[in-house]
C-alpha cells in the first residue's frame, strides 16, 4: 500500500513558478514509477509527466515539455514537479500517482495509487 499526499500548489502569475511535493508513504516507494497528472473543470485527467523507478527515464506531455521538470528522492519518498513558465492554461488540479511497473507511464490505467491532489491556478 502506498499513500500519497501532494503539496505545494497555489496561486501564481503568468510567467512565474511553483514547485509540487508528492509525499509517499511506504517502504515499496522506490520500486513504483510515478507520474503527476491534471484535471481542469469540464476537463478529462491528463498526462502531465512521468519518472521511472531509478529516475532515469522521465516523460512529458508535448503541452509541459521545456517549462515542466519531473523528479524524485528515494530516499525521502518524496517525487516533485517544478514548473516554470506557466500559463493560465496550466491551471487545474494537479494529482501525482504510483504504479507498480517501475516505468513511469504516460497512461493513467497503470496507476494504482492516487493522491487527493493539489489546486495550481495561473492568472493571467
Known amino acids: 500500500q502506498v499513500q500519497l499526499v501532494e503539496s505545494g500548489g497555489g496561486l501564481v502569475q503568468a510567467g512565474g513558478s511553483l514547485r509540487l511535493s508528492c509525499a509517499a508513504s511506504g517502504r515499496t516507494f522506490s520500486r513504483y514509477g510515478m507520474g503527476w497528472f491534471r484535471q481542469a473543470p469540464g476537463n478529462e485527467r491528463e498526462f502531465v509527466a512521468a519518472?521511472?523507478?531509478?529516475?532515469?527515464?522521465?516523460y512529458y506531455a508535448d503541452s509541459v515539455k521545456g517549462r515542466f521538470t519531473i523528479s524524485r528522492d528515494n530516499a525521502k519518498t518524496t517525487v516533485y514537479l517544478q514548473m516554470n513558465s506557466l500559463k493560465p492554461e496550466d491551471t487545474a488540479v494537479y494529482y501525482c500517482a504510483a504504479e507498480p511497473y517501475g516505468m513511469g507511464s504516460r497512461g493513467a490505467r497503470a496507476y494504482i495509487y492516487w493522491g487527493q491532489g493539489t489546486q495550481v491556478t495561473v492568472s493571467s
Open positions: 519518472i521511472s523507478w531509478t529516475g532515469g527515464s522521465t
